[in-house]
């Protein structure tokens, strides 16, 4: 598939055929997608949870749910809402963990020099940003292999309990969730109420606020309206 046409039929699936099983090789690929991912200095600070037996995947979701009231299943009834109904389907889940130790060890390597290894240095956490762009590609992926995928967050609340659930280190932190598996029915979701924001509003350039240089004074349809 045309990489153009990957990016436009990505969107967030919320409801997962349960019968209908993620097969391996589409489970690799997705998995590869994600180790081509770029990071800062190679660092390659990322690990994933795959999780597909039906126990591993329970025992995920009872460990999000357990006493919170602020996680993905949202209100405090204890019965499931419908997100977590559909999402809870999902015949697979990448657990996307970050190292940040993996960033702070590369940078301390010769040709780099941070040998104080403070985490001061970085202006963003980059071991989280690059294990998003992993997520992202995984979600890429996805629809090339004719999968739907979401990628979701996990409460502050619950995450010792996904790691003590799943044998996660406390070292690691978790960025989010990749479910995956067939779309079996498509809901409405933010896309569809909230407007797609314009380029001329999202590109800015030489200064915030700048106009596209390319488009002054000429008539018609800009980039936002194709």
Not at 43 to 68: I, K
Not at 120 to 129: E, L, S
Request: net charge neutral; charged share 25%; aromatic share 8%.
């Amino acid at each position: 598939m045309e990489l153009r046409e990957v990016l436009r039929r990505r969107r967030m699936v919320r409801r997962f055929d349960p019968g209908r099983p993620v097969g391996r090789a589409a489970l690799d690929a997705v998995l590869c997608a994600a180790q081509r991912a770029p990071s800062a200095g190679f660092s390659q600070g990322w690990d994933f949870v795959v999780l597909t037996g039906e126990d591993e995947r329970e025992a995920f979701w009872s460990a999000v749910a357990r006493g919170s009231s602020d996680g993905p299943s949202g209100g405090s009834s204890g019965e499931p809402d419908a997100w977590l109904r559909g999402v809870s389907a999902a015949p697979a889940l990448v657990l996307c963990l970050s190292d940040p130790d993996a960033y702070l060890d590369r940078y301390a390597e010769p040709d780099k020099g941070w040998t104080d290894r403070d985490p001061a240095r970085w202006p963003v956490p980059y071991w989280d940003v690059d294990t998003g762009m992993a997520a992202m590609a995984m979600l890429l992926a996805a629809v090339d292999e004719g999968l739907g995928a979401l990628f979701f967050g996990v409460p502050p609340t619950a995450h010792d309990r996904v790691r003590k659930a799943h044998g996660i280190p406390g070292n690691r932190r978790l960025v989010g969730v990749v479910a995956l598996g067939h779309e079996r029915t498509r809901v409405g979701g933010s896309s569809r109420t909230r407007p797609r924001r314009p380029a001329a509003e999202v590109v800015h350039w030489g200064t915030f606020g700048g106009a596209d240089p390319g488009l002054s004074g000429v008539a018609g349809e800009g980039p936002s309206d194709r």
